[in-house]
Every structure is written in C-alpha cells, then in structure tokens.
C-alpha cells in the first residue's frame, strides 16, 4: 500500500482534536523546512511574513487564522506573480500549510518544502507522527528531521 494511501487511512480514523495536532505537526515541519531557506533577514523580501502567519496559527489554531494565512497569499498574489514581494512560491508554503483545509491537505506543502531531496524522510515523519498521533503519544520533533 503507497504510502500516501497509509496516511490517508491513518488520518481517516482521527479524531477532531488528533486532526489539529497532526495539522500543527505539518506546518511546524513546513515552517522548520522554510526556515532553513530563509535569506538574511536584511535581504528578507517578505518571506518571514508567511512563516509568521504559520506560526500565528500554530499557537493558535483557528479559522480565522487559517483565514488569515489564505487571505494574505491571496493579497500578495496578482496574476500569478506577486504583488507587494518578490517572494517565491517556495517561501509562501508555510502560509498555505496552515490555511489548508486540515492536515492532510497540508501534507503536500511540507513536501514541496523538503524539496525533492528530502521526500522520502518528510514522508516517513509524516507517518511515524501521524501513528503516534492517533495512538496518542508523543510524535517525533521536527528537530528530528536534522538527525535523518
């Protein structure tokens, strides 16, 4: 079974509460793949802007702050460029995690943001933290994802 199928199942038999967390897990592991991206903050265009809207939803995640995070990709984006920033589509993944519908729509923008490289890694972290999740235990930190 394809891997994205196991997680779909797992995601599936969550509850409303287990389905926060594990979107938190994902656009904490979004934000902490971004970071590592980030320029010097004196040649920031933007980009933290949307890891601030991520981690605005992070401690507190609620609609309106999804909202937000949808809203402002949505300002800053004009005809398929962007309008306020030149910021790529690549920085503005940890906004969209977090305006995502829930965690696993989010799956696919923590992915785009480990980058090609990285796929196999964020997968299988998406997976042992989607198990601990629903077995109500602790998942692994995004830090782990240093030691893979």
Known sequence: MEAENILEML???????????????IVAQTVFYVSQQLPVEDQDRGERSFIALANQWLTAP????????????AFDRVDGGVR????????LTPAQAAGAENGY?????????????????AKQWQMATAWDILSDRTPPSVESLLDG
């Open 84 to 91: 306020n920033h030149d910021v790529s589509d690549y920085f």
């Open 62 to 73: 609620t609609s309106e702050n999804a909202a937000k995070a949808v809203t402002a990709i």
């Open 11 to 25: 995601f599936g038999q969550m509850d409303e509460q287990q389905k926060i967390r594990f979107k938190q897990a």
């Open 105 to 121: 729509e989010a799956v696919k923008h923590a992915l785009k943001a480990g980058g090609d490289f990285q796929v196999a890694e």
